[in-house]
């Protein structure tokens, strides 16, 4: 049960009700009127601003309207108090029965409680990481992975169908230097003194054990070849090196994709892929030969000061029209940009979700203006950007530089932090804003580490059933047993725990429709601070406490609300891609 849905449809039929509602119906716009927590939690349980939004249509103001809505509303058995602050908010509290059958239908629901048929099956492509395949993951790959993999995670959860994938990088410029970086490390496996690594070239040792495998392979059979023949042995051997490490990094951040597709893909049969897809462009009419002028600024690699065939972007949204094929026939980067986005339309998406660096931030229109063309308007594309991560140690800043060999890998990190605790710190400042990572901070066992404190949470409520099963020995009650119990919860600090559950799921939808998953790292440290409160009071006032020996039946009841509120942890982080273990130590 969704509350303020519930309450919605409630409050839209109690204005369906009203005579001067039913006057002027078809000018009214349902759609704008919200039912949401009130701002202040002493006011009610549930707000609506019905009055405020449909005052003006009805000829009248908000406070004379929300005195005949709430009339209305007073006949609803589910209402235990409504009333008017303000210009015209309408503040409702809701009776104990109906929190009681709240809270059994979250025991009931179990770990599917705020899963959602929002998305309505819709599909989506979610591309996060994409990281070139020239070395190990590093820290600053680390933010994208989670916040795409948690969205991912999160779509899925309130009812779209989500593919994760990766593109892998493996057609440009930097895979010839991978691969001539690759046969320097296989020369020096063959006995050969290499020296210092040249400027330009990747100097990390992780290309070692490539090198030394060529050699194991091939003896000198490469070294005596000229470059156009071992280079594409060397590229194959290394993009499976480096991309076999990638995935190993990413499994460690408990990161899995669906796809791994392919630039080189559409560069096979002579970039079929891509000439199909400037066609279709050309079809279209975005298409057409000319000279673009210098950009201000630093002038990307693709401009020329002569005529190329350019893609007419700026009718579909960009700042400047795009180069597809230079003068000298081949097809620029961007090229393979509008084919990868045709073949993710041509697979069936309805929406295409990109994951990128703050670097990237010169992309996304771009990249909306292809959507627009290719798919003339039938399929959307977002693009979100993760702003940097900043490590530090105890206040110190950790310097990394992956051009010099020397650099902080992801699983650097997660070795030292754990996997937990790096998820759910990437996801806990939203995207677009700058990140701090203390390695210090994120192993504190206080309520200043947020996933200590959430994990902790889930891990009190475990250990309230071992209490149990201690106190009554034979005690042996499923969920249906305690879902008949809750008439045993009424204290108001037992509601509010009810209450805080409650808005998990228009939490995921909120955060499904703003792509925001953030706000599921907050919700649950909110929720995790409810427990602990009313954990904490228990101390001071035994008739709180979740187990009481002397009373089977209390006991009962308050397992069904540890059993909601643990059931809703453990959603909540399986979203975030964090474990919810059943004891810490």
């Not at 070395?135 to 991912?152: K, S, T, Y």
């Not at 054990?209 to 290394?238: C, F, T």
């Not at 669906?258 to 897809?277: P, Y």
């Not at 949204?317 to 000298?328: A, T, Y």
Request: net charge negative.
């Amino acid at each position: 049960m969704n509350l303020f849905t519930d309450f919605e449809a409630r409050i839209k039929s109690a204005l369906e009700q009203i005579d001067i509602v039913k006057e002027k119906r078809s000018e009214l716009d349902f759609g704008r009127i919200a039912v949401e927590p009130p701002r202040d939690a002493s006011h009610g349980d549930v707000a609506t601003n019905a009055a405020m939004v449909l005052a003006k249509a009805l000829g009248t103001n908000p406070r004379a309207l929300a005195e005949i809505i709430i009339a209305k509303l007073k006949e609803d058995a589910d209402v235990a108090d409504v009333s008017v602050a303000g210009p015209g908010f309408i503040n409702i509290r809701l009776s104990i029965g109906y929190w009681q059958r709240l809270l059994a239908s979250i025991i009931e629901a179990g770990t599917d409680y705020g899963r959602s048929k929002l998305g309505a099956g819709k599909k989506v492509n979610v591309e996060y990481v994409s990281a070139n395949p020239t070395g190990p993951m590093h820290v600053g790959h680390c933010r994208g992975a989670v916040v795409g993999d948690a969205l991912a995670n999160l779509l899925a959860f309130a009812g779209y169908a989500v593919e994760k994938e990766y593109y892998i990088n493996d057609a440009g410029s930097q895979i010839d230097v991978l691969a001539r970086s690759v046969f320097l490390r296989y020369r020096e496996a063959l006995g050969e003194s290499i020296g210092d690594i040249p400027p330009g070239f990747y100097p990390g040792d992780y290309l070692i054990p490539v090198g030394k495998s060529l050699a194991g392979d091939y003896g000198v059979r490469l070294h005596n070849m000229p470059e156009e023949q071992w280079m594409p042995i060397v590229k194959d051997r290394a993009i499976d090196a480096m991309m076999t490490m990638i995935r190993e990094d990413l499994a460690a951040l408990n990161v899995h994709h669906d796809i791994f597709f392919s630039e080189r893909m559409l560069h096979d049969a002579g970039a079929a892929a891509i000439r199909t897809a400037i066609n279709d462009l050309t079809f279209k009419g975005y298409v057409y030969k000319g000279a673009l002028p210098p950009p201000k600024g630093q002038v990307p690699e693709d401009w020329e000061d002569r005529e190329q065939t350019l893609f007419r972007s700026t009718e579909v949204g960009d700042d400047m029209d795009r180069p597809l094929i230079k003068s000298d026939g081949s097809y620029t980067y961007f090229a393979a940009d509008v084919a990868y986005f045709k073949n993710k339309f041509d697979r069936g998406f309805d929406e295409m979700i990109y994951v990128l660096g703050a670097d990237h931030g010169g992309y996304v229109k771009r990249l909306e203006a292809v959507a627009r063309a290719v798919s003339e308007g039938k399929s959307k594309l977002t693009v979100l950007l993760c702003q940097l991560v900043k490590l530090y140690r105890n206040g110190e800043p950790v310097k990394m530089s992956k051009r010099s060999g020397d650099f902080v890998t992801l699983r650097d990190v997660v070795e030292e932090v754990g996997r937990d605790s790096v998820r759910f710190m990437m996801l806990y400042r939203k995207n677009s804003e700058p990140l701090d990572f203390d390695f210090a901070k994120v192993t504190e066992h206080s309520k200043d580490n947020p996933v200590f404190y959430v994990q902790y949470a889930h891990a009190r409520c475990m250990s309230v059933f071992r209490q149990a099963r201690e106190a009554f020995p034979d005690l042996d009650v499923s969920p249906a047993d305690l879902a008949e119990a809750v008439s045993g919860i009424f204290d108001p600090t037992e509601l509010q725990l009810v209450a805080k559950a409650a808005e998990f799921p228009r939490i995921v939808e909120s955060a499904a429709q703003s792509q925001e998953p953030h706000r599921i790292a907050f919700y649950l440290y909110d929720l995790a601070s409810f427990f602990h409160a009313h954990w904490n009071k228990g101390k001071d006032q035994t008739d709180l406490r979740f187990v009481n020996d002397k009373n089977r039946e209390s006991s009962i009841a308050r397992l069904g609300l540890v059993y909601a509120v643990a059931s809703v942890l453990k959603s909540g982080l399986a979203i975030t891609g964090t474990a919810a273990p059943d004891e810490m130590r």
